[in-house]
């Protein structure tokens, strides 16, 4: 003969809490009272009777000041009865059964009519019903399902310990003929893991014997489940209630217990079926009793012992929107709350489903209510930690997530672990307000690490760094003498501009911004202009790149005389006036003088009397010097105009010829001499032509 014992049989997590909380009441009040069985199961309820507890059937009926109520929980009104007129009350009601009142009430508040599979004279589903603000309808197999049809805005939930499949079938009918359907699987999952295994046991065995009370909902659930797999299957309260005939020496006999099922039993059943094969018993006898102790010992190890501290794996009984619960094979189930989960700001229902597998971290063995407190953030944290120094030592480049700004620096978070980067290494460049980097994701080395004071410090600084060190080595070898490139405005000073070429900065001097002259390097250019820039010289070791932006365009005075000759007309703009004459721009770089004797016939004594600043016309070029001076004369373009003393004319023209050639001549000298001398800035204006007006005051004072 062989035994088998089912994967999941005997006390549930909330049946054995149940029986805990109990005994542990009844050792502080012997005289204690409960309305109905604890659990269904009488060897329990005997022992308890034994203990002191006085059994009755009304509330109205309760003396005594220390009540018990039920696994299987209470209706609303007898709930409220109890607390207003009884002090000590030991409420044991199951865990999961608590939580679909929950639902239901939640749903029910919020319009959804209630729907019940199970036993409506269970009374779990009584209690379950008394927590609907709506009446609720409750229905026990596909056929009364089929009832339901038609309707709008429904919750269908079910007794813990209802049969899965059934409830399956009668969902998805529901579902399909009704509209806005919400399903909730709210049967205990240590019900249908006995359920599976009972299948599983049923299949491979001659006989099967079935532990529990006739009045256990889950009991008899899985003595249907197992009698329509296998005939030979037996619903016994202990094994004494079993004709012992019915078992042949050679059978393979399957044991398995419902939810109120103590363990005793299940060992008393093991001794007495090892015992009607005596004779092989005393062939093999070692054999057999390390195999009635290995399954005693299994049985006593059904419900591991857990720690604070302890990483272990578990399954997800059922998730909300708020918590994961998880079955640890304790004799209690876990809970995860959302703010204990790795993941941040994630509802629980996107990360796992009933039946997962998952490893969890023990915070605390109770949370008051039964729950064994766990934790995957726990869990990550620790895994995290130990990846930290690993990322350290290989000074590994990551990524956190700014999640505030604190005084002397930024908050970050990496994978769940809070850091800090102080404000001095958030950047290479100064940055005055940190609060743009608030929700941005930043690259980062740790550079301090103190797992026992949970202190993580990073650096951004050295990561950019690195990049800029990289950066300017391309550079460097990607910029080339007399080469054309682009780059960007950096910085503006008075002298230049720094242009940035990709990781190293070039200078453009303010010299070599135009080709004409300037007095601010702003009056061109502005920083974060991208511009092309000639690469004039180039020195690595000093760190030095000259640049040239005009350079990139060709010089004006060779585009003049290439476009221009003299007898030339163009039409020219007065961008400067003197006491000997105005300026006139021909072209961008290329200036002319206007003589004021060239201005008109008619005599000027002072050109601002005719002429403004910004006038536009034609005029006539006369010369172009090798010098880069250009003379005009607007007066040659106009017709001779007869004046009263006409016969002085001539003499006067001549005379302004004469001074013309005269200022021109010391001009030339005294331009050679002030190449020796140094020229202040305020003496220049923008153009080469300014130096007439130099040559012709030097003269008149000569004469003076």
């Known amino acids: 003969m062989k035994i088998y014992l089912a994967k999941y049989y005997g006390f549930c997590s909330g049946v054995r809490l149940a029986v805990k909380k109990a005994n542990d009441f009844l050792e502080k009040h012997k005289d204690a009272e409960i309305v109905g069985d604890l659990v269904h199961n009488k060897t329990v309820i005997d022992e308890f009777n034994r203990l002191g507890l006085k ?34 009350i030991c409420d044991t009601t199951c865990i999961k ?111 099967v014997l079935v532990f529990g009370s006739n009045f256990s909902s889950n009991t008899k659930k899985l003595y249907e489940i197992s009698k329509n797999i296998n005939p030979k299957t037996y619903l016994l309260e202990n094994i004494h209630e079993l004709d012992m005939s019915l078992i042949k020496p050679d059978y393979k006999i399957g044991i398995t217990a419902g939810a109120s099922a ?12 090892e015992n009607l094969n005596h004779e092989e018993t005393m062939k093999k006898e070692d054999a057999k009793e390390t195999k009635k102790d290995e399954m005693i010992k299994a049985i006593d190890d059904s419900f591991k012992r857990i720690s604070r501290g302890e990483i272990i794996e578990g399954e997800v009984l059922y998730v909300t929107d708020n918590d994961v619960s998880v079955n640890i094979n304790f004799r209690s189930d876990g809970i995860i709350k959302k703010e204990d989960l790795a993941e941040e700001d994630v509802n629980p229902k996107d990360l796992y489903k009933q039946g997962d597998k998952i490893k969890v971290y023990v915070v605390k063995i109770d949370d008051g209510e039964g729950n064994v407190v766990l934790s995957t953030k726990k869990l990550k944290e620790m895994e995290v930690w130990d990846k930290i120094e690993e990322v350290k030592d290989r000074n590994e480049i990551v990524s956190v997530k700014v999640k505030s700004l604190t005084k002397g620096g930024l908050i970050v978070s990496y994978e769940g672990i809070q850091g800090f980067i102080p404000a001095s290494l958030v950047s290479v460049r100064y940055k005055e307000n940190l609060e743009e980097f608030v929700g941005q994701t930043l690259d980062v080395v740790i550079i301090d690490v103190d797992i026992n004071k949970r202190r993580l410090v990073f ?51 303010i010299t070599d911004l135009t080709w004409g002259r300037i007095r601010n390097p702003k009056d061109v250019l502005k920083q974060g202009q991208e511009i092309e820039v000639k690469v004039l010289s180039v020195d690595k070791e000093k760190n030095r790149i000259s640049l040239g932006l005009k350079q990139t365009v060709p010089e004006p005075w060779s585009v003049f005389t290439e476009k221009y000759h003299v007898g030339d007309v163009v039409e020219v703009e007065v961008v400067n006036i003197e006491s000997y004459g105005a300026f006139v721009r021909i072209m961008e770089g290329v200036d002319a003088l206007l003589h ?29 010097h090798d010098d880069k001076k250009v003379s005009v004369s607007k007066r040659r373009l106009e017709e001779p105009v007869q004046e009263e003393h006409e016969e002085e004319a001539p003499v006067a023209e001549e005379v302004h010829e004469e001074e013309k050639h005269e200022v021109e001549e010391k001009h030339e000298v005294k331009e050679a001499e002030a190449k020796e001398l140094p020229v202040q800035e305020d003496d220049l204006s923008e153009d080469m032509g300014a130096l007439f007006k130099n040559a012709i005051e030097n003269s008149e004072s000569e004469e003076q």
Request: charged share 35%; glycine share 4%; net charge negative.
């Open 596 to 624: 004021v004797s060239q201005i008109s016939h008619k005599r000027v004594n002072d050109p601002k009397d005719v002429l403004k600043v910004g006038d536009r016309f034609d005029v006539m070029i006369t010369e172009i």
């Open 55 to 88: 059994q009755i059937d009304d509330y109205k009926k309760i003396f005594s000041n220390n009540i018990i109520i039920r696994a299987h929980g209470e209706t609303v009104e007898n709930t409220k009865f109890l607390e207003e007129n009884h002090k000590n």
């Open 459 to 509: 650096s951004r600084k050295a990561v950019e760094k690195q990049e800029l060190d990289k950066k300017r080595e391309e550079a460097w070898e990607n910029i080339k003498e007399g080469e054309i490139i682009k780059g960007t405005v950096a910085r503006i000073v008075d002298y230049g501009a720094f242009i940035d070429l990709g990781g190293v900065d070039g200078l453009v001097h």
């Open 262 to 273: 103590p363990d005793d039993i299940i060992k008393e059943a093991i001794k007495v079926m």
């Open 97 to 207: 059964v608590k939580k679909i009142h929950e639902l239901v009430e939640k749903y029910s508040n919020i319009g959804y009519n209630i729907i019940i599979a199970g036993d409506k004279e269970h009374p779990e589903v009584k209690a379950i019903v008394s927590h609907s603000k709506s009446k609720a309808i409750v229905i026990k197999d596909f056929d009364e399902a089929k009832d339901i049809i038609g309707l709008k805005h429904l919750a269908v939930f079910a007794q813990s310990t209802f049969i899965y499949d059934k409830f399956d079938q009668m969902s998805k009918y529901i579902t399909e003929h009704n509209e806005d359907v919400l399903v909730f699987n709210t049967i205990c999952n240590a019900t249908e893991n006995r359920q599976n295994a009972v299948r599983e046991l049923a299949k491979k065995v001659d006989v």
